[in-house]
């Protein structure tokens, strides 16, 4: 089965869809990458949803992509002794250290390191941002606030602070052994959330030691101020609105999502567009025109994908959802004006041999009317920084490792297949190449390829060769 668009769809799993039927009809309406977020459910129910995708994925015989959401370090306040109370605009409330359960003035914030953090004038919010209240001031017991925007408060709500950078590691012991767990089944990416520096990297880096991608995801405004680092030091790039959203004010969103998308066009990195995209399928069959809207602009902005979290998880209108988002993507793609916004786009060159030939493969892929860019890669990077070039033909990527193709699965454009070789030689590369595009369904006999590898092959990060080719005629 080939997609018949670019841009890629994510889809998470949760109690709405984790049944054999619905993932495999959620795969048949668009999914190209299903998310486990492992802020729910037990490592049980993550096994039987992977081994479901694995065997849709062995019907299908297509490279099916498994991304890992960790965590992260959740700042939540303590228990109300009444399980609720009612924070009253204007008035003061206190964060302290005392576990006991808390009352209309005070609760407990069972989070040392933010106390020495907070100072007058910082920005404090709870319940995902409907409440918001502003430090009066603080010290290593208390942090005393007043009250911006009140409301009903429970026990165990998140709390946000937008205004500090916090000295906590990203990976929780939780963290930790969902991570390991992950990588035993077998997961291709794993997103780290709460990322603030590149330092925040180094740890989930070495742990997952090659055996997945690694995701950031950028949710924090600290993470703003180290943009180009973060970028470069991932793998892929998830602009997370949801805290975003909640850290920062709802209109310096958009154009925070615009500065992502575009770093990770020039380090040429997947980005994921994710929260709330089409949040009223949650309970409705239809999108609202606003939520269509927006996805279609992520489209337009040149997104590798586009996600559904609860609309897919848990919502009424799971496979709905995904083949809405599959309708939107098409039609932005068929768009006139959709090619010419992405070579607006287009970033300059990075200074290499090797970025030169991708501008020559996108060049040449126009001027020839190629009916596919055809990589060969061994690690995925080949294909990779053929994507960042957007060309208007799609990428059919060949690969001998199924790790490698299922990793693919996320990158705007690429079609990942799979051969069970290294090629030897040119002449094979080619044989291949036209084997696998008509095949696949990509040209006739007669059209034109434009194929990008790298010699000596079989070795990663190596693209050195661009040929022309011609899918052959039956003799």
């Not at 290593?140 to 950078?165: E, Y």
């Not at 975003?244 to 997947?270: F, S, T």
Request: net charge negative; proline share 7%; with cysteine.
């Amino acid at each position: 089965m080939r997609r018949q668009r670019k841009a890629k769809i994510i889809a998470t799993l949760g109690p709405s869809s984790s049944d054999r039927e619905t993932i495999l009809a959620l795969f048949e309406a668009g999914v190209d990458v299903f998310r486990f977020n492992f802020s729910h459910g037990t490592q049980d129910d993550h096994r039987a949803r992977y081994e479901i995708v694995r065997e849709v994925e062995r019907l299908i015989g297509r490279p099916i992509a498994i991304l890992a959401d960790l965590q992260g370090p959740k700042l939540r306040i303590g228990k109300f002794a009444s399980g609720r109370i009612e924070l009253v605009d204007g008035a003061e409330f206190t964060f302290d250290r005392d576990p006991k359960d808390g009352d209309e003035s005070r609760v407990s914030l069972p989070h040392p390191e933010l106390f020495n953090l907070m100072s007058s004038g910082h920005l404090m919010s709870l319940d995902d941002g409907k409440l918001r209240l502003e430090v009066i001031d603080g010290d290593a017991s208390h942090i005393r606030t007043r009250v911006i925007t009140g409301g009903p408060l429970s026990d165990r709500k998140g709390v946000n602070v937008p205004d500090v950078v916090l000295p906590i590691p990203i990976l929780t012991e939780k963290d930790r052994r969902d991570l390991e767990f992950a990588l035993s089944l077998g997961v291709d990416w794993v997103a780290l959330s709460f990322v603030q520096r590149p330092e925040d990297l180094v740890d989930a880096r070495r742990l997952i030691a090659g055996r997945a991608g690694l995701m950031t995801k950028l949710e924090k405004p600290a993470a703003l101020d180290h943009l180009d680092e973060i970028v470069d030091a991932s793998d892929a790039v998830m602009v997370a609105r949801g805290d975003l959203g909640v850290e920062l004010p709802p209109e310096r969103v958009p154009g925070a999502q615009k500065r992502i998308l575009r770093a990770c066009r020039y380090y040429g990195k997947p980005a994921i567009v994710a929260t709330q995209m089409l949040e009223s399928m949650i309970h409705s069959p239809t999108p609202t025109r606003a939520e269509a809207s927006d996805v279609a602009s992520a489209i337009y902005d040149g997104t590798d994908a586009v996600m559904l979290s609860a609309e897919s998880a848990s919502g009424a209108y799971p496979v709905q959802a995904v083949s809405i988002m599959d309708r939107i993507i098409n039609e932005v793609e068929r768009d006139p004006i959709y090619p010419r916004m992405i070579n607006a786009q287009h970033e300059m060159l990075l200074p290499s041999p090797r970025d030169a030939i991708f501008a020559a493969l996108r060049t040449l892929t126009h001027v020839i009317r190629a009916v596919a860019t055809v990589t060969y890669t061994d690690s995925g990077s080949t294909s990779l920084r053929a994507a960042r070039e957007r060309p208007m033909a799609p990428i059919l990527s060949i690969t001998p490792h199924l790790a490698t193709a299922r990793r693919l699965a996320l990158a705007w454009g690429v079609h990942s297949t799979v051969m069970d070789h290294n090629v030897a030689d040119v002449d094979e590369m080619v044989e291949a190449a036209c084997r696998t595009a008509f095949a696949e369904g990509f040209g006739q006999p007669g059209d034109p390829l434009a194929i990008a590898a790298g010699m000596p092959f079989g070795q990663p990060g190596i693209t050195n060769l661009l040929r022309v080719a011609e899918i052959p005629r039956q003799p």
